[in-house]
T-cell receptor, first 110, second 114 residues
């Protein structure tokens, strides 16, 4: 089983739609979880951290399910500018080393 | 956050040559890392750049191929040695600060080996 798995997509949605991505991880001892956004030919940028209690930032909601070892990202009212690849990131073997998923591609169309 | 500058931003190189990528951070950081992202793949950690000592390499990466320097807390270099087309990739410098475990990335260096 891969350390961090994501559906590569692409997810094609119209503007205004709600879309959700899941990501599963294999290391039950993982402590830190993040969603990063990567635009085409750009570096990854932190979208949000994922906390045990779940957290929301505007149209974005992240949740963690430790029992099933997955995290989710929900995007409400999708905008064209949300089109990007969303990377699930889980801490790997230590405090400062992280494991990246391959990413889920989102395409928002007019 | 941190401002991370990488150069060159992109380059096309002949096979068999070497290229050194520089990473400069605008403030002192705890950890500096070098990642590689091959086309269509996830980011893979090459090594942790240790200030004043040899880098810590991940499985599959060796110092002879990817020598790394970190002379101080704000600067690091990665050299891709004896390049082959398989080394064509984005190379990303990244850092964490002592205030947390969030990782920030430089803009990346796009390398094409022909």
């Amino acid at each position: 089983r891969k350390e961090v798995e994501q559906d590569p997509g692409p997810f094609n949605v119209p503007e205004g739609a709600t879309v959700a991505f899941n990501c599963t991880y294999s290391n039950s001892a993982s402590q830190s979880f993040f969603w990063y956004r990567q635009d085409c030919r750009k570096e990854p940028k932190l979208l949000m951290s994922v906390y045990s209690s779940g957290n929301e930032d505007g149209r974005f909601t992240a949740q963690l399910n430790r029992a099933s070892q997955y995290i989710s990202l929900l995007i409400r009212d999708s905008k064209l500018s949300d089109s990007a690849t969303y990377l699930c990131v889980v801490n790997g073997r230590g405090y400062s080393t992280l494991t990246f998923g391959k990413g889920t591609m989102l395409l928002v169309s007019p | 956050s941190a401002v991370i500058s990488q150069k060159p931003s992109r380059d096309i190189c002949q096979r068999g040559t070497s290229l050194t990528i520089q990473c400069q951070v605008d403030s002192q950081v705890t950890m500096m890392f070098w990642y590689r992202q091959q086309p269509g793949q996830s980011l893979t950690l090459i090594a942790t750049a240790n200030q004043g000592s040899e880098a810590t390499y991940e499985s599959g990466f060796v110092i002879d191929k990817f020598p790394i320097s970190r002379p101080n807390l704000t600067f690091s270099t990665l050299t891709v040695s004896n390049m082959s087309p398989e080394d064509s990739s984005i190379y990303l410098c990244s850092v964490t600060k002592s205030s947390g475990n969030t990782i920030y990335f430089g803009e990346g260096s796009w390398l094409t080996v022909v």
